[in-house]
């Protein structure tokens, strides 16, 4: 009854804002309106905690927790979440102004197996074939034990969000995947900030506190021990804090352009569609403590990503039935194959870049490329001659790829390049849109070695007692090559037993 009595009030001071005219405030409360109509109501119940978000005042701040959780992005917050649950008494620290890091900036949805969802729609699905699936798109390079685990813990999961009110019961179809196992909101947008809103609500309903501008600098150890952090608070003063555990989960090094080109000089020049956080910082503390890395090199680079606002594009456009046609309008690979491979094919054109094709039918099955349009990434066309020469293409030579793909789709057999996903629907419903792509980095691979306990190890294999680590800050989980989708699982599944496990460990002591 209190919800309902503050959305009415809301609504009614909206209009009162905008029958009195306030300009460019104006609009954005109309926008804000208009988005909010089109969205069901778990999703407006998820995004509704996180707009109204008031991070915990730094005079609250206590000397001692039960753990510390480094990093409030998805695998952070879900960690917090179970370390409460289970009777500890957790704080996050996040060193930027707002919770969310990469997972902000997710887009295609959560790769699991054997789900309910799943099986309420009737796509036939086995934890076995994800796995395998998985370690042949990470060159069966992949830690096979974290593997193994991650894949058999993917349901749970999404029953885990379920429960939060964070349900992701819309799938569609990922790179390297051959059954519809990716998880999105049920309007089919972006999961990103859907799962981050939802995460940051469950953390204020649950009382964690959440410090921003929170830089954590030096995990601190006492005879082999963890014993808490030292923190810089709002790049002013710095604390000790201490904790019987601590979980890092700072995320990846993707924004680190120097780490990049000592590790990657072949990448130097790409954009990232990283946050500017994502630094590596959390690697740099553990190595400081004996942890261990792997894979440091593994870089994934993400095909389809709009330069100029180095903006990643969902794979959900493509496993929805969009095509990669070339500056001569024609199809140059499988779209869904691989992303170092697309990757690879687009680096190939002269142009080393490409675009998008689809039309109103992938529009309307993928809520993100509404935001596409609002960021100014989304050329059109009311008919396939028009958006020729809107991205100056050969008309002509256009509308033959599109015949082609179409007729491959009635087929089911795409004779050019072996496409065999993302063939439910064709290209054929005006107006048709292009949005121009080119690759970008995008995901660390590589990071702090961890077992299934997601406990920390150092060069000889052993746990370093009371750290444990989850999120893109691990390394060997993905092999060569991330599959699109897994690490918004990733995170979820590593950060929930990090969660368990932290708190058995302070249990123990």
Known sequence: MQKKLTTTLILVLSFVLLMSGCGSDNQSQNTTQDNATQTETNETEAVSGASQASYTPIDQLKDKYDVIIIGAGGAGMTAALEAKENGMNPVIFEKMAAA?????????????????FQQEQNIEDSNDLF????????????DTDLLRYFVDHSASAIDWLDSKGISLNNLTITGGMSVKRTHRPEDGSAVGQFLVNGLVRNVQEQDIPLFVNADVKEITEKDGKV?????LLNGEEEKTIEASAVIVATGGYGANMELIAEVRPDLKGLVTTNQEGSTGDGIKMIEALGGTTVDMDQIQVHPTV????????GEAVRGEGGILVSSEGKRFTNELDTRDNVTAAINKLPEKSAYIVFDSGVKSRVKA?????????VIQGDSIEALAKEINVPADQLQATLDTWN?????????EFGRTTGMDNDLSTGPFYAIKIAPGIHYTMGGVKINTNTEVLTTDGQP?????????????LHGSNRIGGNSVGDIIVFGYQAGVKAAEYVKAQ
Request: aromatic share 6%; hydrophobic share 25%; net charge negative.
């Open 131 to 142: 796995y395998k699936e998985t370690l042949k798109g990470g060159k069966n390079t992949n």
């Open 227 to 231: 014993t808490g952090v030292k923190v």
């Open 100 to 116: 969310g890091g990469n997972t902000n900036k997710s887009s295609s949805g959560m790769n699991a197996s054997e789900t309910k």
């Open 306 to 313: 709009q330069q100029e606002q180095s903006y990643l594009i």
């Open 407 to 415: 007729e491959a789709v009635k087929n089911k057999e795409d004779a």
């Open 464 to 476: 370093i007692p009371g750290l444990f680590a989850a999120g893109e800050v691990i390394g060997g």
């Open 369 to 377: 490329i509404q935001q596409y349009e609002e960021m100014g990434f």
